[in-house]
């Protein structure tokens, strides 16, 4: 009768293993979106560091009261890197985010290569938009005629 009272120390094999496959079913379900969660973060941040570098070209273009484009460094080749030329040259140059990453400029009516901000801080061009993809995530900022942008 005594044996019957013993407490078992520790989980069985059984109990183990089922917890082991139930961890591991969870785990590959969730890590897809896990993938997808981490790339949308990753393009939030590179558009918010985006952002800053357009507005500090239309912040230069006011200041200097001159206009201050807003290019590739690369023909048409956004993600290796952007700079900032004005009539006396390049002002600053920064490196943009990376083969990974899909960069492409709409802009409206005409396609420019680039922005080009008029020394009241106005687009030349009517209004534009970037197309950002990162793996699967995809983004849009929309900049409107007035220097002004949104994400979308």
């Given amino acids: 009768m005594k044996n019957f ?11 183990f293993s089922f917890v082991l496959f ?5 785990m590959l379900f969730s890590l897809p979106y896990y993938h997808k969660l981490i790339a949308k973060i990753t393009l939030e941040q590179s558009l918010w560091c985006w952002e800053v570098h357009i507005r500090e070209a239309r912040l230069d273009a006011i200041k200097t009261q001159q206009a201050v484009m807003f290019c590739p460094a690369v023909e048409n080749q956004w993600h290796h ?7 006396l040259g390049v002002i600053k140059k920064f490196s943009a985010l990376g083969e990974d990453y899909t960069i492409q400029w709409h802009g409206f009516p005409i396609q420019q290569p680039c922005l080009v901000f008029q020394a009241n801080g106005l687009l ?3 209004n534009g938009h ?8 995809c983004k849009k900022i929309m900049i409107a005629k007035s220097g002004r942008m949104r994400s979308d």
């Fill in 130 to 137: 970037f197309d950002f993809c990162f793996k699967q995530a």
């Fill in 22 to 26: 139930c961890f591991f079913t969870v």
């Fill in 5 to 15: 009272l013993k407490f078992q120390s520790g989980f069985s094999l059984l109990e």
């Fill in 124 to 126: 030349e061009n009517e």
């Fill in 81 to 87: 890197a952007v700079v900032l030329r004005s009539s």
